[in-house]
């Protein structure tokens, strides 16, 4: 019982200014690290049909295919050595310098820092096709690779 007084005396002379107490400056000057430059490949399958896969990666390697549905933002260029059939985002961050490769082209949504083209702009003879995206004077240009 002696405890548990003592438990209640303390919560009354609660503060609640007190809970945000800031530790003492240091002397000395701490600079944070920058973020390491990361390149991710999935280990499992992507995902279907309104799930995403954001990755904070500057390149995604994808060796399989982005189903229908799929979601893949990257910060910097994305490597699809498969098909593509959902939405691919490059450049996430504002990285015009991004692009886009896939083996096989049938993506709902390709687009480079917010500059994109829905799968109804695409041209056909792009369509199942090896293909390569990147922004030019602000345009996303794609072209069949040969």
């Known amino acids: 019982m002696a405890d548990a ?3 209640a005396a303390v919560a009354c002379q609660y503060d609640e ?10 002397p000395f000057a701490v600079e944070a690290a920058p973020n390491p430059l990361r390149v ?17 990666l500057y390149r995604a390697a994808i060796d399989r295919v982005a189903s229908l549905g799929a979601e893949i933002v990257a ?5 699809i050595y498969g098909a593509l059939r959902g939405r691919v985002l490059a450049g996430a961050d504002g990285n015009q310098a991004a692009h886009i490769f896939c ?44």
């Open 5 to 7: 007084a003592k438990v």
């Open 17 to 26: 200014a007190d809970s945000y107490a800031r530790p003492a400056a240091s």
């Open 40 to 56: 991710g490949v999935p280990e499992g399958p992507l995902p279907f049909f309104g799930d995403t896969a954001y990755e904070s």
């Open 75 to 79: 910060t910097g260029s994305i490597h």
């Open 103 to 146: 083996h096989r082209l049938a993506a709902e949504l390709v687009a480079i820092d917010g500059y994109y083209r829905m799968a109804e702009d695409l041209p056909p003879s792009l369509l199942e096709k090896p293909a390569h995206a990147w922004l030019e004077d602000g345009i996303l240009t794609i072209k069949a690779l040969d």
